[in-house]
């Protein structure tokens, strides 16, 4: 499994009176860079449970923060699978600015897949597993 790399703007709304990312913010960062690597993948999260019954949600977050991303930056965000279940997987991510590769932020995020009706688990479907195995 490939590291995906995705890249976003700060903007002004993303940042404290400061100038810098609020701390929330970075948690969207690498929610939507999950979302963009399903994406490559062929996957839509509004297919697959419309059409499959499953839904993706995140189970636990452990996240560092080392340095501040400011308003204007370009981010680099990364996701890689770390571990792959039957019905869950954990992503290392992390962010740097697009011109160095130095982290400004690490995450560890376990994503449970669930059945869109009854929110208990369920096994994520053969043929997604066989696209993240293969990508």
Not at 93 to 119: G, H, K, M, N
């Amino acid at each position: 499994m490939s590291e995906f790399h995705w890249q976003v703007r700060v903007y002004y709304e993303d940042t404290d009176s400061g100038g810098v990312v609020y701390h929330s913010n970075y948690l969207n960062f690498f929610e939507r860079a999950r979302t963009e690597w399903l994406r490559t993948l062929g996957m839509e999260q509004d297919r697959l449970c419309v059409q499959h019954g499953i839904v993706f949600v995140v189970r636990s977050i452990n996240v560092e923060y080392f340095k501040p991303a400011k308003f204007n930056d370009l981010l680099e965000v990364s996701a890689v699978i770390e571990e792959l279940g039957k019905a869950s997987m954990v992503f290392k991510q992390e962010i740097t600015t697009a011109a160095s590769v130095e982290p400004l932020t690490q995450a560890r995020v376990r994503i449970a897949c669930l059945d869109a009706v009854s929110f208990k688990p369920r096994p994520i479907p053969d043929f997604l597993l066989e696209e993240i195995e293969s990508a």
